[in-house]
């Protein structure tokens, strides 16, 4: 088996701009990832707002805690809001995440019809924080790459506030 090293300074996508209401539900989610890291999960925090503001849903991952290993924040949050909304309101709403979506979370936004995305931390800065330990490895394929398989669009916005992303997982990763 071959060593992955990890992606030097130079190979991290770019930071994108957001606007100040974007910036805001996204502090939300970061805010979320903390709590999930205070519990004892991995520090992932999701946020699912309306366009009028109204938040569907939120969740923090809790695998820790749980031991579901499903118990990601961004489903954790679909899960909620999928109990109080329909899809076609889901469809007109954004998921915030702390992280950028993992495969499995990507999937569950397709399938609550969500089109909207904005994220902090990119897959390839978390895997510098997550190591090569095989348990905290992840499928390297970008949120990006499932949500162009889809019949329709969704947007995605991110990394953003790396800075502020990153910090809940300083020294987080064993």
């Not at 910036?23 to 989610?29: C, E, I, K, S």
């Not at 903390?34 to 519990?39: E, I, L, P, V």
């Not at 979506?101 to 909207?116: E, S, T, Y």
């Not at 095989?134 to 947007?155: G, H, T």
């Amino acid at each position: 088996m071959t060593a992955v090293t990890a992606p030097s300074v130079a190979t991290f996508p770019a930071e994108q701009p957001v606007a100040e209401r974007d910036a805001t539900y996204l502090r939300q989610a970061i805010a979320l990832s903390r709590t999930a890291r205070q519990r004892g999960n991995r520090p992932f925090g999701s946020v699912i707002v309306a366009p009028d503001g109204t938040v569907l849903g939120a969740g923090w991952n809790s695998n820790g805690e749980s031991g579901d290993c499903t118990a990601h924040a961004e489903v954790q949050a679909i899960r909620e809001a999928c109990q109080r909304h329909d899809r076609t309101a889901l469809e007109q709403a954004t998921l915030y995440a702390s992280g950028e979506p993992c495969v499995m979370c990507a999937g569950a936004i397709f399938w609550a019809n969500i089109r909207r995305v904005v994220y902090g931390i990119d897959d390839q800065r978390l895997r510098v924080f997550r190591g090569e330990r095989l348990d905290q490895r992840d499928v390297e394929l970008s949120c990006r790459d499932v949500f162009r398989a889809a019949p329709f669009a969704v947007e995605c916005t991110g990394p953003s506030l790396v800075d502020e992303a990153s910090q809940p997982h300083v020294g987080a990763w064993k």
